[in-house]
């Protein structure tokens, strides 16, 4: 018999279901190509520029590409096309996440 108790924890563990999918593969992919070292080494300042970039993404209505974009063009030396590219793709990540728990947990947004 499947108690209310149970429901509650496996409505909790579903909503880790995207990470616990992701992460794994990302792992797997990095440590077999080796390429977290050369990664972190050649792109430290746009890991340190996506965690400002979250911090002001997650408290403002401005997207962390705000941060992202300007990093990647003048530090990183990417062509601007290619820094709106990056840009665009980390902020659907995040929407892409935001969208599947406001989904999931049916959230209302609009309360009287």
């Known amino acids: 018999i499947v108690t209310t108790h149970t429901n509650a924890i496996m409505k909790q563990w579903a909503t880790y279901l995207p990470a616990c ?7 797997l992919i990095g ?5 977290f070292a050369v990664s972190i080494s050649n792109y430290y300042p746009m890991m340190l520029a996506m ?12 997207g962390g590409g705000i941060v992202a974009f300007p990093v990647a063009v003048t ?23 935001a969208s599947f728990l406001i989904l999931y947990k049916k959230h209302h947004l609009i309360t009287e």
């Open 21 to 27: 999918l992701f992460f794994p593969c990302w792992l």
């Open 51 to 62: 965690i400002i970039g979250s911090l002001i993404s997650g408290s403002t209505p401005l």
């Open 75 to 97: 530090i990183l030396g990417f062509k601007s096309t290619e820094g709106r590219d990056f840009s665009l793709m980390m902020q659907s990540f995040g929407m892409t996440a």
């Open 31 to 35: 440590f077999r190509e080796d390429i």
